[in-house]
């Protein structure tokens, strides 16, 4: 096995390391072209640099929206290096959590796509985001609400910027991430978290210099962007959410990796251009298909990997993809709920979720995740991390679906505690329960029960404008597309409602 060695450095020595030794050589590659490491060195800089002197309070945060496009890898770089706080935002967001992120973090300055550029300024002029006073649009959608990202940069020097990082513990980055039980959980990732598992991923996946990474994700994950840059990768960018799109672009890159969403994956294993070979086989270069995502189911895998010819592995970690920590080995045998094996230094046990016991082999219980790239929990330096599993003889977790477990809605990751936590927040709703119910477009949509207080169950329409006030704070894939009003939401004892028996309750009922 490769060595895993830990790095002496601050998170955006990574990008300086990779300009040094490989300067001429393609970083990131997407429709506009291709843009060396040496060049995306020098516009990090630019963004460390106007990142430091557009904002006024030293304990203040950068919002940076993870799209997948030719700007993000800069901006999150550029952020590290100015030595601020770097708050990550889901460019899916809805007004909601793209609130609590710019609230908990303190954020004076955001760079985002047009869209959410009007969401957060709508905020701003409404006085709920007080601190904020710049937003940066990333993309070509701009109605005038903010300054295009060329404009802000283009009076900024391009000379090196020495970032005053001194303590690799230091927190480099936070996120709010979906959470089983909590709804959202921010996790706050320090320079050494982020290194390590750039590392870990670079040595799992195979990554070297002369990879080829096709990224078709929705978003840009940071921690897949930390691996390719560590492990000085050249990443292509495909924006087209077609899956054969992505396979079509493996084949003309002599693509060696492909990270894709796993509801798309499924689609490309059921699309007829495929299997009649009207999309192009990415050829002998591939070595993986990587899914993100929720499960892909294990026969769906499997058809695809022996189409393609090449292993479809699945990962996991906290909040999905925020500090990976486990991996299915190439020639894993996909199965049921099967996420892998723990990365190089990472330990993970189950436990019982009341003793906090470990539990035995093939026995439930709560997983707990312990290494170099996971977010400080407890002082024996294990995270809960909520979700549900086992593990087998050959040390493999496997997750197990419980209520509270995130589905997908077409190519968005829905988690049912973060629409729980927008209809708790309106004064009409007493409880609630939210899981998805089969949609013929979207394979599932949000279902939402909620109680509601007795001084509103007779208004006319309540339900009606309960969703569409809800809906005002979720994303566009979190809408609730069907709400119904209960008497009350039966519990199991010290458990969660039971949304699953509901839903079943409300389909029959119709």
């Not at 460019?91 to 760079?111: D, I, N, Q």
């Not at 007080?130 to 609400?145: E, K, M, R, S, Y």
């Not at 093939?362 to 997983?367: F, L, N, P, R």
């Not at 949609?439 to 339900?463: K, Q």
Request: proline share 8%; hydrophobic share 45%.
């Amino acid at each position: 096995m490769r060595i895993l060695r830990q790095l002496d450095s601050p998170l955006d020595g990574l990008l300086r390391r990779a300009a040094a030794r490989a300067g001429d050589r393609p970083a990131v590659t997407a429709e506009g072209g291709s843009t060396t490491f040496e060049a995306l060195d020098r516009e990090a800089d630019r963004v460390a640099h106007w990142i430091n002197g557009a904002l006024r309070r030293a304990d203040s945060a950068v919002v940076v929206a993870c799209a997948l496009d030719a700007a993000f890898p800069a901006l999150y770089f550029g952020a590290v290096r100015s030595g601020r706080l770097l708050a990550l935002l889901d460019p899916a967001a809805g007004p909601a959590a793209a609130r609590e992120l710019c609230t908990a973090s303190g954020a004076e300055v955001a760079f985002v796509p047009g869209s959410l550029a009007e969401l957060l300024s709508a905020e701003a002029r409404a006085g709920r985001l007080p601190c904020l006073h710049a937003i940066v649009v990333t993309d070509g959608d701009n109605d005038g609400v903010a300054a295009p990202l060329a404009d802000a940069l283009s009076a900024v020097p391009g000379t090196p910027f020495d970032t005053p990082v001194g303590d690799l513990d230091a927190v480099a980055c936070v996120q709010l991430v979906p959470h089983p039980a909590a709804g959202l959980r921010e996790v706050r990732l320090s320079h050494r978290n982020l290194l390590a598992n750039a590392a870990q991923i670079a040595v799992a996946h195979h990554l070297d210099p002369a990879s080829v990474v096709v990224n078709q994700m929705p978003a840009y994950h940071p921690a897949l962007l930390g691996a390719a840059v560590h492990a000085g990768a050249e990443q292509v960018l495909v924006s087209d959410p077609d899956p054969c799109a992505g396979i079509t672009v493996s084949r003309s890159r002599q693509a060696t990796h492909y990270y894709g969403l796993s509801t798309r994956l499924a689609r490309l294993a059921e699309d007829e251009r495929l299997a009649d070979h009207r999309t192009v086989l990415p050829g002998g270069h591939l070595r993986a298909v990587l899914s993100a995502g929720v499960a892909l189911e294990p026969v769906v895998a499997r058809r695809l990997g022996d189409t393609l010819r090449v292993p479809v592995l699945q990962g996991y970690g906290v909040g999905g993809l925020s500090a990976l920590s486990h991996v299915q080995p190439p020639g894993a045998r996909p199965e049921r709920g099967a996420v892998g094996v723990p990365l190089p230094g990472t330990e993970c046990r189950v436990v019982d979720p009341v003793t906090r016991v470990p539990a035995p082999v093939w026995s439930d219980g709560e997983v707990e995740i312990r290494g170099p790239q996971v977010p400080s929990g407890r002082a024996d330096g294990w995270l809960a991390t909520g979700d549900v599993g086992y593990l087998d003889l050959d040390d493999q977790l496997h997750l197990v679906p419980r209520s509270g477990s995130p589905f997908a809605c077409g190519d968005t990751v829905v988690a049912p505690g973060v629409v729980e936590r927008v209809l708790r927040q309106d004064p009409r709703v007493a409880d609630c329960a939210v899981a998805d119910v089969p949609d013929p477009v979207t394979g599932s949509s949000v279902w939402a029960g909620v109680v509601l207080r007795e001084a509103v169950r007779d208004v006319p329409g309540i339900l009606d404008t309960v969703a569409e006030c809800a809906n005002a704070q979720l994303g566009p894939g979190e809408q609730i597309r069907r709400l119904e009003a209960l008497e009350t939401l039966p519990r199991r004892i010290g458990a969660k409602p039971v949304p699953r028996m509901l839903v079943r309750q409300y389909l029959t009922a119709a």
